[in-house]
């Protein structure tokens, strides 16, 4: 446990007050929102806007969140679309980040071929992607891939790839050199190197490469509404066509925007203590 | 990693200032066909990125430099820069540049300084804290197109709670996106509620990881807890700041789905965000070559901001 | 290393199923004849399209796959199905924005001619379809256009007669306004908070052009400042917090009958406004003709044939089932689609329901055109108007700028064809 807090005399209860006050401002501040969302999403359908309005449901409505699970609205497709495309993505975002970061740890460059490196990642991570979504269908449109959810893998995979890459490099190059110089003194050859010495010294940075890839893809829009038409939508997707040119569905988006929340809210639960974790492992050994 | 050395630049997030490192390259004694292996590892990172990433850049570079034909989809003509003159003329984009570098200007320090202080309250292993933290992550996984429309219903002005607590304390709430100020205090809000927890997890680990001897030592010498986060923690944690400060910078010019899902660019250019102006006019009135040359400036710009604050960032990591 | 073989093999396995799941459904794999038509993903169209695609497939044989997608997307895929040469979109859902590819729409003169295309429906509707190069390329299957509507008790007991010019409307707003403030009533309200529906405080205000003569943009100054100033006088007497208003937040202050007059798309308030059970207005309200004065925004959607489709003609027999007159009544009974066909507003049933006002809403739809103008330009305008709104911009100002901008803006051929039809391009 970190301990960079001084013991203080009398201070200390008042740092704790301030910490308590804190903690139950910001989780009120985060928890808020979701709530409201969860209530608007079970009231009756004209209450929403009602003048004046009320917060709470008058009597409870299941019929938005049953009518997600009607086959007409694909919703259970959409789901199942995005589990694919985020698993997809993340295996080979870190199976190809990891190996690549490996590489580049290693190999005997110049600092000027690694700022090149550096420098095409920064070029693609602070591109605004809309113009390049065009020339992307044009090139899967020629690869007869358009609507597929293999044209949203790779695009995804492009995306998160760059920081992938990073972090494993910088993984890779903490493990000290003597564990790696004997394990080919017996007998390994790099790929047994990387597999059983590089890849399990570094499953923090992994876990960490997993979570956030994970969350980028299972979030992303721009990319999927312009490849999907009629087999490849995701959950994303369907938040938005709520928003309809006579205004807003409230009930139906409510609903769909609690139920895609769920789910990656739980995924982060479940793994947040590896970005913790693995972002700050570099430094305790 | 070496004794009594704090290598902030050991934390793994901030690898992008390795290419500063001073250690030597690791040079290990791999022989030629280890290294053809090592090339091949590449391969894969190599094929996504070329195939999805730098073939559309370099495409749009390429349509930036024409006169376009929609109907046909091919170049009519080379015209040089002239897009570029054009994009760099137009008020509108001026204009949207104008708010996104306000908007980034005071998002980035405002989640920066949030960040930190809620970093600084939940640094530790306590059950309370851990819960507290995972809680606390949970604004930055969800899809900023579901954020945007979570905040829409928030902010309106009758049905939203926003208002309605406003009112239980006293205050009515102003119409929020309905007048240009307050709109632009809305979408401020809605990324700070959103991304102060990216600052937040960064600020997390580089404090968790800094050596507890130091602390020990200057207890000693009977630091206050104020000097030691003055004197000690800040200048430790200075590089980290900076890419923070790099990260929020450039997204918060690039964030474009909050925007399409609550105020539409209104009212009036009043949120009308650079990244948004040009989806509009690449995704909706199909000016493609207006939209390739001006993603290309933005993109010239951020890359600038970029390469600046990673240079400061290396220096100050020098130091130790 | 007999197990470490099966792991490896297994996992190569794996790997090829899970590609395989993954790549199937870009495998085609019948023989029967296909086509894809977009819809928006509203509820509405894209709805009833799928209920009827078995018994389209029954009659012709021919697989019809709906791909539905939210509003501002649909415009995004239509445009770069067609720019692109995709051709996976046979049939397409849109109206007059898709002006700058026009080109390449397939002519459906030929379809129309040969099938007697159109007999029913209201009369100069066909006539406002997209052309190109005087072809028609659209045939239409839901119309609506912007329409007043206002509380009749309110106005009976305000002892005002219905107002005939925009002043009256104005006084009439204005009177009722002051007269229930008490209960909480104000004269007028509009979506002014959905940026995209502003244009219509000017259409149905301004008796000028949109076109001049050597064919660029232009708002008449004249004109255009007075369309902006009645809308302002207009806004005197909304509700606070108007300028967010979203349409259905607008359309909600009139169902609970807290405004005297508002002026939205009729056929997203007209089934709430008749039933008792989702408003507090019913029998009390009527609709109010716009003045003669310029136009009623016209929202016609309209389908096309890409000139890529691989079967133009499967396409065709889509068009003609999905918006034949026979669908017209059930499109309007369950889904509340404004029909096209003169039948409708006829029908003995419906009438007995909607009677009040589908005389109204006719006279409206008559009169009602598409503006000339591209998505930029509407764009522009309206978000030039409503920074006048806002308090930003004098009226004056803000023509100037539209006008300013609009002189950077290409017309579009069909934009400028279609001007000329419906007399919103200068002579000279």
Wanted: proline share 5%.
């Amino acid at each position: 446990m970190k301990k960079i807090y001084p013991k203080e005399k009398g201070w200390g209860s008042v740092f704790s007050l301030i910490r308590a006050i804190v903690i139950i401002l910001g989780t009120s501040a985060v928890l808020l929102p979701f709530i409201y969302l969860f209530l608007n999403s079970i009231k009756p359908e004209f209450e929403f806007l009602s003048i004046p309005p009320r917060l709470l449901p008058s009597r409870i409505v299941m019929k938005y969140y049953s009518s997600l699970l009607t086959p007409e609205s694909e919703t259970l497709s959409f789901l199942y679309n995005s589990l694919i495309v985020t698993s997809a993505t993340t295996i080979l975002a870190v199976l190809a980040g990891a190996l690549a970061g490996y590489s580049l740890s290693h190999f005997r460059f110049s600092s000027k071929i690694i700022a090149i490196a550096v420098f095409s990642i920064l070029l693609v991570r602070f591109y605004p992607k809309i113009t390049t979504i065009i020339p992307y269908f044009i090139l899967m449109k020629k690869f007869h891939l358009l609507d597929t959810l293999v044209s949203i893998i790779i695009a995804h995979v492009s995306i998160t790839l760059p920081f992938v890459v990073l972090l494993m490099m910088s993984f890779f190059r903490d493990i000290p050199r003597s564990v790696e110089e004997s394990a080919k003194l017996d007998g390994c050859n790099v790929w047994q190197v990387f597999c059983k010495i590089a890849l399990p010294l570094s499953t923090p940075g992994l876990a960490t490469s997993a979570v956030l890839t994970a969350i980028i893809s299972w979030n992303e829009f721009l990319i999927a509404s312009s490849l999907a038409s009629v087999n490849a939508k995701t959950l994303p997707i369907a938040v938005s066509a709520f928003i309809t040119d006579k205004g807003i569905l409230w009930g139906p988006m409510s609903a769909m925007t609690a139920s895609i929340v769920v789910p990656i809210v739980l995924f982060t639960l479940l793994l947040q203590k590896y970005l913790v974790r693995g972002l700050t492992l570099g430094a305790i050994k | 990693m070496e004794n009594g050395q704090v290598e902030i630049s050991t934390c793994p997030f901030f690898a992008m200032s390795v290419y500063r490192d001073k250690r030597k390259v690791k040079s290990s004694k791999f022989k030629q066909s280890e290294s053809i292996l090592l090339v091949l590892f590449l391969l894969p990172t190599f094929f996504f990125i070329v195939i999805a990433q730098f073939y559309p850049l370099l495409y749009s570079v390429y349509i930036s430099f024409t006169k376009w034909s929609l109907v046909k989809w091919k170049p009519i003509g080379f015209i040089g820069l002239f897009n570029y003159q054009q994009v760099l003329q137009d008020t509108l984009f001026k204009h949207a540049a104008k708010i996104s570098l306000l908007f980034a200007c005071i998002a980035t320090p405002v989640e920066l300084i949030i960040g930190f202080l809620l970093a600084y309250m939940v640094i530790g292993e306590r059950k309370i804290i851990r819960i507290t933290r995972s809680i606390l992550i949970i604004p930055m996984t969800i899809a900023p197109v579901a954020v945007g429309t979570m905040w829409r219903m928030l902010l309106n002005t009758r049905a939203g709670l926003v208002n309605y607590l406003l009112q239980g304390i006293g205050i009515t709430g102003p119409n929020w996106l309905a007048t240009p100020l307050t709109a632009f205090l809305s979408i401020l809000m809605v990324d700070i509620w959103q991304w102060t927890p990216f600052a937040m997890i960064i600020f997390v680990a580089a404090l968790s990881s800094l050596p507890p001897d130091l602390f020990s030592a200057a207890q000693i010498d009977g630091a206050s807890r104020w000097q030691i986060l003055r004197y000690i923690i800040s200048p430790l944690i200075a590089p980290i700041t900076i890419l923070v400060i790099l990260f929020r910078f450039i997204d918060s010019i690039l964030v474009i789905d909050i925007i399409y899902t609550t105020t539409y660019g209104g009212p009036g250019f009043s949120t009308n965000v650079i990244t948004f102006h040009i989806y509009k006019q690449a995704l909706k009135y199909f000016n493609v070559t207006y939209a390739a040359a001006a993603s290309w400036i933005l993109q010239i710009f951020c890359l600038s901001v970029a390469i600046v604050l990673l240079a400061y960032s290396g220096k100050l990591q020098e130091k130790f | 290393m007999g197990k470490k073989i099966s792991r490896k093999l297994l996992s190569i396995v794996i790997s090829v199923v899970f590609l395989a799941v993954i790549v199937m459904p870009g495998i085609a794999l019948s023989q029967q004849r296909e086509i894809t038509a977009t819809y928006m993903a509203a509820g509405t169209y894209d709805v009833v399209a799928k209920e009827l695609v078995p018994e389209f497939e029954r009659l012709t044989g021919i697989k019809v796959k709906i791909a539905a997608f939210p509003w501002a997307i649909l415009r995004e895929k239509n445009m770069t199905d067609l720019i692109t040469g995709t051709g996976n979109y046979d049939a397409m859902c849109g109206s007059y924005y898709l002006a700058k590819v026009y080109e390449l729409f397939s002519s459906l003169d030929e379809y129309i001619a040969r099938d007697n295309y159109g007999t029913g429906m209201i009369s100069g509707l066909m006539e406002k379809c997209q052309r190109y190069k005087r072809h028609q390329i659209g045939v239409p299957y839901g119309s609506d256009a912007y329409s007043l509507l206002y509380r009749t008790d309110l106005l009976e007991k305000a002892g005002l007669g219905i107002p005939r010019t925009w002043e009256a409307i104005i006084g009439a707003a204005g009177k009722m306004d002051a007269l229930y403030e008490k209960e909480g009533i104000d004269g007028y309200v509009f979506s002014a908070g959905a940026i995209e529906q502003l244009p219509t405080l000017l259409f149905a205000k301004y008796n000028g052009t949109f076109i001049t003569a050597d064919n660029k943009y232009y708002l008449e100054p004249k004109e255009g400042v007075q369309a902006i100033k009645k809308a302002q006088q207009l806004f005197k007497y909304t509700p606070p917090g108007v300028l967010g208003l979203s349409i259905d937040e607008a359309n909600a202050v009139f169902l609970q009958g807290k405004a005297a007059i508002i002026e939205c798309w009729p056929s997203f308030i007209r089934a709430a406004a008749n039933d008792p059970a989702r408003s507090n207005i019913v029998g009390k309200w009527a609709v109010l003709l716009y003045p003669e004065v310029g136009f009623p925004w016209l929202s016609m959607w309209e389908m096309f044939i890409s000139t890529y489709s691989k079967d133009k003609d499967a396409a065709w027999e889509w068009i003609n089932f999905y918006t034949r007159e026979k669908n017209a009544k059930y499109f309007f009974t369950k889904y509340g689609i404004g029909s096209v066909y003169t039948s409708t507003y006829k029908d003995p049933e419906l009438l007995k329901k909607y009677g009040h006002d589908f005389p109204g809403i006719l006279a409206n739809l008559r009169r009602a055109k598409n503006p000339p103008l591209t998505g930029e330009a509407q764009d522009f305008m309206a978000s030039t108007i409503s920074q006048v709104l806002v308090g930003e911009l004098t009226p004056e100002k803000a023509v100037e700028n539209i006008n300013v901008k609009w002189a950077t803006l290409e017309v579009p051929e069909p934009m400028i064809e279609m001007a000329e039809a419906t007399g919103l391009k200068a002579k000279r």
